[in-house]
C-alpha cells in the first residue's frame, strides 16, 4: 500500500502552481522590489548580450522559479540537518560571490574573470547538491541554465568592461546588491 501524506501532496501542488505562475506579476508577491530591479537589470543585460529576448526571458524566469521553489521547500522544512549545512554553506558563497562582484565593480581594472565565474559555478554546484533529491530533472536543468549563462566569461568581461556598454546596469545590479546586503537579505 502506498504511503499518502496530504503535506506531500500539498507541497507538490504548490510547487506546480508556483512554476506555471513566475510572471512579473505574480512574483511580486514573492520578491521584494530591490530584487526585482536587479532582476530587471540582469534581463536586459542578457538581452543586450545575447540579442534574443526570448532567451533572455527564459534565464530569468528560470531564475525566479528556482528561487521560488527553494523558498517553499525551506518554509515547509523539507531540508535534512545534512542539506542544511549545504545550504548555509550555499549562503556563505553567495555572499562572499555578492561581496566580490561589488567589489570589482566599486575598483576599476581589479576584475577577474576566472574568479567571479569559479564562485558562480561553485554556487551552482553547492545549489544542484542541495536540491539534489527535492527538485525535479527539468529544474537541475533551470539551475544549471541560469548559471552558466551568468558565469560565461564573455559575459562577464562584458558586464565589467569600466566604459562599456553595461556599465550602467552593472550599476544598479550592484546598487541593489548592496542594498541587500545592508538589509542582511543576502
Known sequence: ???FSSKDMA???QKKFLSSVATKSSVQMFIDDTTSEILDELYRVSKE????KSEAQK????????AVKIGVLFRNNR????????AQDFKKKLNMGT???ISFYEVDFTFDKAVMSELLSSCRDLLLKLVNTHLTA?????????FNHYSDPELLSKLYEPSGPFRGHLTKICKGLNKLVEDGTI
Do not use: C, P, Q, W
Not at 548580450?49 to 534574443?52: E, K, P, T, V, W
Not at 531540508?79 to 549545504?86: A, R, W
Not at 527539468?138 to 541560469?146: A, L
Open 1 to 3: 500500500m502506498e504511503a
Open 11 to 13: 507541497m507538490r501542488v
Open 49 to 52: 548580450y545575447s540579442g534574443n
Open 59 to 66: 534565464v530569468v524566469k528560470d531564475l525566479i522559479k528556482i
Open 79 to 86: 531540508f535534512t540537518t545534512d542539506e542544511l549545512v549545504i
Open 99 to 101: 561581496m566580490t562582484a
Open 138 to 146: 527539468k529544474s537541475h536543468g533551470r539551475i544549471n541554465h541560469v
